[in-house]
C-alpha cells in the first residue's frame, strides 16, 4: 500500500491550535508523512512539541527548512549552517543565479519557483540536467492552484505542464505537495493526483510525485543524518567497545 | 453508458444544499474544462444530506477525473469558503455508500 507525503504543510507555527487541527486533517485525508517548514532558528522543544501533535495523530513528522536566498553566497552560508538540522531543504529560487547553484548542489532537495511571477520561474532545460546530476526534486505546490483563477491560473498551469515534460525528460523527480496554510486548501493525495492531470501529469506519475518520490528524498536524509552514516553506500554496522 | 458514483463531503461552517453544491460543481468543471469538457461528464446529484454535509454525485465513468479535478478546485460556494473531499468512488450507489458510511 502507497505511503502519501505531504512535504509542505504550512500552518502557522505560532497557531498550536491551527498546526494541531491541520496534522489531524492530514492523517484522515490518508496522508502518513507531513513535512512542516520550520524557520532556521526553531528550537529542539518546538521540534518535539511537532512530534509528539503528530505522533498523537499517527503521522510521520518531517523537519524542514525553506531558503530564499538572493544570492548564490548567500544560499551556500544557508546551507552550511542549517543543513544538518533539518530532514529536508528546500530553496525557492527567486533570481537565475540562485536557481542554478541550487540546482548544483547536492544538500538541496527540493526546488520552489514563486508562482506569482511566471517570469521567475527558472526551471528549463539546463536547470533539469543539473538537477537530475544533484538528485534534486522540483516541487510543485497545488495550493496556488486552488486560490489562483482566471488569466494567471491559466498562466501557471500552462508553466507547469512545461515544467513537468522538462523535469520527465531529464529524469528530476517531481514533488507535489499541499502548500496549504489552512484546512481549507487540504486535499486528499488522489484529489492532487486528479487537479495535476490538468498540467497532463498522468495518473500514475503523479501518485508517484504524492508517494515515493518524495518518501525517497526523505529515507536519503534521514539515512544521512544518522549518526552511522559515513558516505553514500557507507554506513557504520558495529562500534568497537571497551577499548 | 457505465456510470461512477462520487460521494463527497463539503467541510464548511454552514449547512450546505444539493443545489448549491451542483451549482458549484458545474462551474468548477465550465472553469477547467469548458463547454465541451462539461458536455461529457453526464454529471448529475443523487442524494444530498445537508445537515452532515454529504453528498452523491454521478457521472460517466471516462469523465472521472475531470470530475475529480474540478471537484478539488471548489474552494466556495454561496461566498463561503469550502473544501469539498470526495470520500470514494464506485460503480453502484450500494457499494458507494457502504464505502463513505453514508
Known sequence: MRRFIDLHLHPSIKDLDQVERMIVKSSELGYRLVGIPLLPSVTQDEISLLQKICKDAKIDFVSRVN???????????????????????????????????????????????????IHKRFFDRAEAELASKALSGLEIEMAPLLSLSGY?????????????????????????????????????????????????????????????????????????????????GIRVVRRKTGV | MRRRYLALKVVSEQPINGGAVMDAVWKAVLQLFGEYGASQTSLSLIDCNPQKNYAIVCCSHTAVEIVRASIASITEINEKTVAVHVLGVSGTLRAIRKKAFL
Do not use: W
Not at chain 1, 494567471?152 to 517531481?174: D, M, Q, W
Not at chain 1, 490538468?198 to 544518522?226: G, H, Q, T
Open chain 1, 67 to 117: 531558503f530564499t536566498p538572493k544570492t548564490p553566497g548567500e544560499l551556500l552560508h544557508d546551507l552550511r549552517r542549517f543543513r544538518q538540522r533539518f530532514e529536508v531543504v528546500s530553496v525557492t529560487c527567486t533570481s537565475k543565479r540562485v536557481a542554478r547553484q541550487a540546482a548544483k548542489d547536492r544538500r538541496v532537495d527540493l526546488l520552489s519557483f514563486p508562482v506569482t511571477d
Open chain 1, 152 to 232: 494567471s491560473r491559466i498562466r501557471l498551469l500552462s508553466r507547469l505542464r512545461r515544467e513537468v515534460a522538462i523535469a520527465k525528460r531529464f529524469n528530476v523527480p517531481v514533488v507535489i505537495s499541499s502548500g496549504a496554510t489552512n484546512e481549507y486548501l487540504m486535499r486528499s493525495p488522489h484529489d492532487y493526483a486528479a487537479l495535476a492531470t490538468l498540467f497532463d501529469m498522468p495518473l500514475p506519475y503523479a501518485l508517484r510525485a504524492l508517494s515515493e518520490d518524495p518518501l525517497a528524498i526523505v529515507e536519503r536524509n534521514r539515512e544521512k543524518l544518522s549518526p552511522d552514516y559515513v558516505a553514500p
